[in-house]
């Protein structure tokens, strides 16, 4: 799988300066000093920063919606056997990377999955053959380019597709060329950022920053990190907030069936719970925290596991790309057999066709990925003995998977949204941050700012 190389490169050159990575204490507690502090989410921007307080001396409690900790982290154990992620996966970038520095503190076993290592297959089911691959690489190399100078050249912003078919001439290029054009798009962009390409700032949707090195996959899931963080919380778990109310210097937050008072919150929720107005705030937000969840987009990335009785597939490659004739369908495969040892294929559909098929039935969804499967290895490949299939988009508790920056966002919205609300109410999350979004280790980053930005207000 291709990422997007423009701007992320250069952000990524020029070095980040990293917090305390561990969470540790930030100060020592003054006399005096000690907080209240209620979370809201106990996801792992959210457990950081408890977990960050709790060591500086605050009173601490987490309430959690779910009747389970981790968030978008999310660790399915219903194969005994084989635990899966249905959330987060990866480690993005290994090298100087706080979530690698935890996983190797609690020697959480992973495996590196290669963005290189890939087949692609035509519309017709054969592997691309050396002029079509090459044909497909000159065209991805083009994209980026006509991106770069759209970036430098814009007076306003445009949608990415826009960019691509005006800087590509779109309109006179051969059908093949679309076709090829069509499915860059969706894995190299919308599969990555999870908003359509028609959704997508042209001029600011690469303008977070990466760390380098491999990207290393969770062998025995990802909640590995966020259980070994939450050792020691105060969690309450199934409490669904619904009011924040701050009034005579106290905060008050009302869940479905409890009230809890405290000096200071902290809102971990994802962009999209925001987006929904679940929860009111009085008073009233002020404009520009509105404004910035109003214009931020929050993405859509899905999975469809699928679990067999033997290999059928070139095991030695971990990705494996198909040039659907419907754009976006069934476009991007990952194989984790070489790393889990088991035969188990992750289709992933993301923006406009992973938001649409959360309507139909799990069958409905296994029957289609089986029909582009057939497709490229045979009517006589098994059917799956299992599958395991996400919505994120229908989820209430994240109304999608991870944000991204929609035509007219710029990334102050991101330093809008992390903005404390006076000296009381607090955000963190994958959303407000605005060097590392739509990452584990972003999120994380977020609930030791604002742990800080916590402990250093009166």
Same mark, same amino acid.
């Given at each position: 799988?291709?990422? #997007? ?21 930030? =100060? ?30 605050h009173?601490? $409690?987490?309430?959690e ?19 899966? *992620?249905?959330?987060a ?15 190797? #503190? ?7 999955? $290669?963005? @290189? ?11 691309? *053959? ?19 100078s ?10 990415l ?15 093949? *060329? ?8 969706? #894995? @190299? ?7 359509? =390409? ?8 690469? =303008?977070?920053?990466? %760390? /380098? ?33 701050v ?44 404004n ?19 290999? %059928?597939?070139a ?8 040039? /659907? ?9 990952? #194989? ?16 406009? %066709? ?24 045979? /009517? ?5 003995v299992?599958?395991q299939?996400?919505?994120w988009?229908?989820? /209430?508790?994240?109304?999608? &998977? ?12 991101r &330093? ?17 941050h ?25």
């Amino acid at each position: 799988m291709s990422y #997007s190389t423009n701007r992320r490169r250069l952000l990524s050159a020029a070095g980040i300066l990293l917090p305390n990575l561990l969470g540790g204490a930030q =100060s020592a507690l003054a006399a005096g000093a000690k907080k209240r502090v209620v979370v809201i989410g106990a996801g792992i921007s959210g457990i950081a920063a408890a977990k960050t307080l709790v060591a500086s001396g605050h009173d601490v $409690v987490v309430l959690e919606a779910r009747t389970r900790i981790g968030g978008r982290i999310a660790t399915s154990s219903f194969w005994a056997d084989t635990p899966v *992620d249905l959330g987060a996966s990866w480690i993005h970038g290994q090298q100087g990377n706080p979530i690698t520095t935890i996983a190797k #503190s609690i020697r959480a076993p992973m495996a590196t999955t $290669v963005s @290189d290592s890939q087949l692609i297959y035509g519309e017709n089911g054969k592997v691309l *053959d050396a002029a079509a691959a090459s044909r497909l690489e000159t065209l991805r190399t083009a994209i980026e380019k006509t991106i770069s100078s759209a970036q430098n050249n814009l007076r306003a912003d445009v949608s990415l597709r826009a960019a691509i078919e005006t800087g590509m001439r779109w309109s006179q290029r051969p059908v093949a *060329d679309q076709v090829a054009m069509r499915y860059l798009i969706n #894995s @190299d962009y919308e599969q990555e950022y999870g908003g359509g =390409s028609t959704a997508i700032s042209a001029m600011w949707f690469d =303008s977070d920053s990466e %760390f /380098p090195g491999d990207d290393l996959l969770f062998l025995t899931g990802y909640k590995a990190v966020s259980d070994s963080l939450a050792k020691g919380l105060t969690i309450q778990l199934g409490e669904i907030v619904r009011r924040i109310k701050v009034t005579g210097g106290v905060v008050y937050v009302n869940t479905q069936s409890k009230t809890f008072a405290a000096d200071k919150v902290l809102v971990t929720l994802p962009l999209g719970v925001l987006k929904s107005g679940a929860i009111e705030f009085l008073p009233v937000l002020p404009t520009a925290k509105i404004n910035a969840i109003s214009r931020l987009g929050m993405g859509v990335l899905n999975k469809c596991i699928l679990r067999f009785g033997r290999t %059928f597939w070139a095991e030695r490659y971990d990705w494996l790309g198909y040039m /659907p004739s419907i754009p976006g369908r069934w476009a991007e495969w990952i #194989s984790l057999s070489r790393q889990v040892g088991k035969p188990i294929l992750v289709g992933f559909n993301a923006a406009d %066709f992973g938001r649409e098929i959360e309507q139909w039935t799990d069958n409905q969804i296994v029957s289609s990925a089986m029909e582009t499967l057939r497709r490229i290895y045979g /009517p006589g490949i098994p059917s799956p003995v299992g599958h395991q299939i996400t919505r994120w988009a229908s989820d /209430p508790f994240a109304y999608g &998977a991870y944000s991204y920056l929609p035509v007219g966002a710029t990334p102050k919205l991101r &330093a809008d949204l992390a903005s404390n609300v006076g000296q009381t109410i607090f955000f963190a999350g994958e959303a407000t941050h605005r060097q590392y979004p739509a990452t584990v280790h972003g999120a994380y980053l977020s609930g030791i700012r604002a742990a800080g930005e916590i402990q250093s207000s009166p």
